[in-house]
């Protein structure tokens, strides 16, 4: 457990009650923070005040990710960056995100309260479009920040209503993290091992490989009262198929697949579909394992397809290698509290963290107890003394770093 | 086979080359032509022209059903109604509904053209959302013109973006049709029946029953990566083998299953959905048999809920019982004719003629081949040589039934 004992809890909770009503669905209560559109915006307003607030020197890029920096005089390059992102999943949770953002803000408020004054620069960063829930690629601000992609192939991006993302943001590239030495992403836990563990907070080891892979299957529309069952080629059907076999799959092997978003055409109840467009979000422990689940599906929705009558086509609109975060850095950030040592956990969930640390950029993850697991959801939470001894733990981390 | 030999191809032509643009995808050659949207308002529009330089009498109701009469003087009541409608499913054919009501102006041409007085009066109809592809209720004008559903009832119906019917439409309710005795409606066949007999004209027996039933899904939504797969609660599972199932039983018992609507929420790529809501189009050759293809569909998607800790709820949008059109007036528009007997057959679609038929009114309708067989679909088709049979046997039958 971490100890408790720093004066700004209320700080923490002011934060935390600006940001609740932004973006919010009355009848879900979910959030609707997509980027570049009006609650994400606001948020980012709101970052900006907060920043202005504590005299942070803002620096951010053509995309909008922002760098707000702290930087004593004396202070040495390079500096230790925090933060994580803004943004949300449709209908998804408060703390996703956001917890990582508020307390990068609050550890930093805790730090000066007890007079700290670090030697090297101390920044917190909030990236854009993490969630890929609009552009449909994860990570797209901390990706373009780090070069992972240019801006050239990044603004042919679309979303769902035929936006170009080069229409809706001006640009993005390299640049904004020169002086970054050390990443630390603090985020709620999105499952229950801190709960297992009966521990507030805990280190990352790395991420599990993962991917967004497109099915496109075509078939032909035609009438559901007067077409025959054996005249159809019917493109729901290979789909059906297809997201049992992923299901399946992932079960016997301890990995994740998830059918969670399927676009149909024509879409209409008397009307055998054109087409049918779905995504597969694949996750597995290894990059052989992720290989191997994709290519099992994939061989699966083929053979559907050839007796549905029907075509399938696989696009790879993503896929992020094994992340192992820095296993000394992950160590030293563990060890040596008045609780005892934070626990070490895996994830299967991507961040912008992976990004950075793809980058060469020593990195780490500081997991908040989330008492369900439960995230992307409405249901997501985290409670308020585990949010408060993540911002401690997370003031803790950046004293050592930043030192 | 129909013999030719009347003066009109140009007119049809001509009004055929009118309809072509309106509402048309480019990227599909499909029709868009929802009901109380633009492409089907200018329909409409271009239909009171047609009227208006044929001096027809145009009646309509609050819905915006249309009867054009040709009511010369010393006509006696009640009067033949023809048509069908002007709206399309999503990304649907031309042919669907405009071929009737082309047909019918066609019609009244071709019996003028030859001096035919009729003793009673003949009505051009156009009935307002047959396809029900915007507010879910197919034949929604018939309905409401023939007292089948109350404006009442109606009104509440929402779209997909929640428009009620009240806001777009201003009434309906009986009235428009009280001067009908008898209804004859052409339609493109949707199917390859005709093709088989080799007939460019058919004429319909029946209508199987059929109904549309709403799939409500429940799950819980949950982080597509690090959400273990044990632990879900994933309501595509449930639709996924829903969809197989309904498409096996029908396939069993020679009826037809169809999901060919479904809608995710959040449905994002990386979340688990919260909710699945699918609709079912069935349809049998007797009420048994639909009732059966329901209840057993229902029932298998109850049982894979239970084992993906789901919960389905079935919701009957529309049930439409069996038609059996007049057989006696059937038989007597399908015999004597110069190129033999026109063949008798079913089909599974629904039309409007089916609600006239249900309200009492003798109802008859007139087939066009479909050479491939095809309809809600951009390659729903029927050659002009057979379009302008179908003009003229829908001539003859005026003739015998206003004589």
């Known amino acids: 457990m971490v100890s408790m004992g720093f004066a700004v809890p209320d700080d923490f909770e002011r934060m935390w009650a600006d940001l609740a009503p932004v973006g919010r669905s009355a009848s879900s209560g979910g ?8 609650a994400e915006r606001e948020l980012a307003a709101w970052f900006a005040e907060q920043c202005a ?6 620096e951010s890029d053509a995309f909008g990710n922002v760098v707000a920096w702290w930087r004593p005089e004396g202070s ?5 960056l925090t933060g994580s992102h803004l943004d949300s999943v449709l209908d998804g949770g408060a703390y996703d995100g956001p917890l990582g953002v508020v307390s990068a803000l609050a550890a930093v408020d805790e730090l000066r309260s007890r007079g700290f004054v670090p030697g090297r620069p101390v920044g917190v960063g909030v990236f854009v479009e993490e969630e890929g829930s609009r552009f449909g690629l994860a ?3 901390s990706r373009l920040a780090t070069g992972a992609i240019s801006w050239d192939q990044a603004r042919e991006l679309r979303d769902r209503d035929g936006v170009a993302l080069g229409d809706v943001a001006e640009g993005g590239g390299p640049g904004l993290l020169d002086d970054v030495g050390v990443f630390v992403e603090l985020h709620v836990e999105q499952g229950r091992d801190l709960v297992d563990r009966a521990a507030a907070v805990g280190v990352a080891s790395g991420i599990w490989p993962h991917g967004r892979y497109r099915f496109d299957i075509a078939g032909e529309a035609n009438h559901a009262g007067s077409t025959r069952m054996e005249d159809r080629r019917d493109p729901m059907l290979t789909y059906a198929m297809t997201a049992l076999a992923a299901n399946k799959q992932a079960r016997v092997l ?7 978003r399927v676009e149909v055409e024509p879409n209409g109840t008397n009307a055998v579909p054109s087409r049918v467009t779905a995504w597969l979000d694949a996750r597995a422990s290894t990059e052989e394992g992720l290989a191997e689940l994709v290519e099992t599906v994939s061989r699966q929705a083929a053979e559907r397809a050839e007796r549905d009558g029907t075509a399938v086509e696989v696009t790879a609109e993503s896929v992020s290698d094994a992340v192992l975060f820095d296993p000394d850095l992950a160590a030293r950030l563990a060890a040596d509290h008045a609780g005892g040592d934070w626990p070490v956990l895996p994830t299967a969930a991507g961040h912008d963290a992976g990004v950075l640390s793809a980058a060469g950029i020593p990195t780490a993850m500081l997991f908040v107890r989330n008492p369900t697991g439960v995230s992307h959801s409405p249901a997501e939470h985290a409670e308020v003394p585990d949010c408060l001894a993540g911002v401690h ?9 930043a030192r």
């Not at 301890?254 to 969670?260: D, K, S």
Request: hydrophobic letters at 45%; charged letters at 20%.
């Open 31 to 38: 959030y609707f923070r997509q980027p570049f559109a009006s």
């Open 254 to 260: 301890g990995e994740r697949a998830t059918f969670g």
């Open 53 to 58: 607030a504590r005299d942070l020197a803002v």
């Open 76 to 80: 040495a390059s390079p500096g230790v």
């Open 139 to 141: 990570c797209l601000g």
């Open 393 to 401: 733990a997370l003031a803790e981390t950046l004293e050592r770093l």
